[in-house]
């Protein structure tokens, strides 16, 4: 039986999530959340700004929704990287044409693994009800070359494919 689309895009994602280091989590999302159906082309700058202004660190951004409560469905970005971006907020309020909320926090391996296991067992979410697109890149990997991979107890790098 051959692998879907869906299941590949959700295997791929996560051997990164799994093997390589990341040790904080942001959030950024449009603080009018009817905003949110421009962020296929609203993140291309903040993606742009954020590798340029921390080349140092790999980020894995994936694209995801949110509905809560009687407010609209919306687009968001969860963004796992090595430690905290301390600018964040300014970087989001410049790329995005609109006011943008940041949060963030620090990871442990634990909470990262239960990420990663909701996401295992999950279907993911339908972007194309809130960006109207099919066929959507759903994550990306910025600044690749500075990725860490997680050792396992005798010095092997694990579960690491290319992205």
Not at 1 to 18: H, I
Not at 81 to 99: C, G, H, Q, W, Y
Request: with cysteine.
């Amino acid at each position: 039986m051959s692998e879907t689309s869906e299941d590949k895009t959700k295997r791929k994602y996560l051997s990164v999530l799994r093997g390589y280091q990341w040790s904080y989590q942001h959030s950024v999302f449009y603080d009018n959340p009817e905003l949110s159906v421009g962020l296929l082309d609203d993140m291309v700058a903040f993606k742009q700004t954020l590798r340029r202004r921390c080349p140092e660190q790999p980020f894995l951004v994936r694209i995801q929704t949110l509905k809560k409560g009687s407010a609209p469905h919306q687009a968001y970005l969860t963004i796992f990287t090595t430690k905290k971006v301390e600018d964040l907020r300014e970087i989001a309020n410049k790329s995005f044409p609109a006011d943008m909320n940041v949060m963030g926090k620090k990871l442990s391996a634990d909470k990262l693994e239960q990420i990663a296991g909701a996401i295992e067992k999950q279907k993911p979410h339908d972007l194309s009800k809130v960006l109207g697109k099919h066929a959507i890149n759903r994550w990306s990997v910025l600044n690749k070359q500075h990725l860490v991979a997680v050792m396992d107890h005798q010095g092997d790098a694990v579960n690491c494919i290319s992205a």
